[in-house]
């Protein structure tokens, strides 16, 4: 709850703030890692089909939010 608060607390304190970008920007490239670590590492991961949609389901949803601040950031 408190990522929550600070990145919300940073949008409408001064305007539009870059805060929100750098944290789910951060997070969209740390997870990027993570799965490639677990791939190279464990070639049958994700098991099954349900498992690996939700993997792709999360990394789609990561970049659908950093592509939408930055959208918001330039209007």
């Known amino acids: 709850m408190g990522l929550l608060t600070?990145?919300?607390a940073a949008t409408t304190e001064a305007g539009k703030s870059e805060t929100p970008f750098?944290?789910?920007g951060i997070a969209l490239a740390?997870?990027?890692v993570a799965i490639s670590v677990?791939?190279?590492t464990r070639?049958?991961?994700p098991n099954g089909e349900g498992a690996?949609?939700?993997v792709i389901g999360?990394?789609?949803t990561l970049v659908v939010v950093v592509m939408g601040i930055?959208?918001?950031m330039n209007a």
Do not use: D, E, Q
């Open 6 to 8: 600070t990145v919300i």
């Open 22 to 24: 750098f944290i789910f």
């Open 30 to 32: 740390l997870f990027a």
């Open 38 to 40: 677990v791939g190279f």
């Open 43 to 45: 070639p049958a991961w």
């Open 52 to 54: 690996a949609r939700g």
């Open 58 to 60: 999360a990394g789609a």
């Open 70 to 72: 930055v959208v918001w």
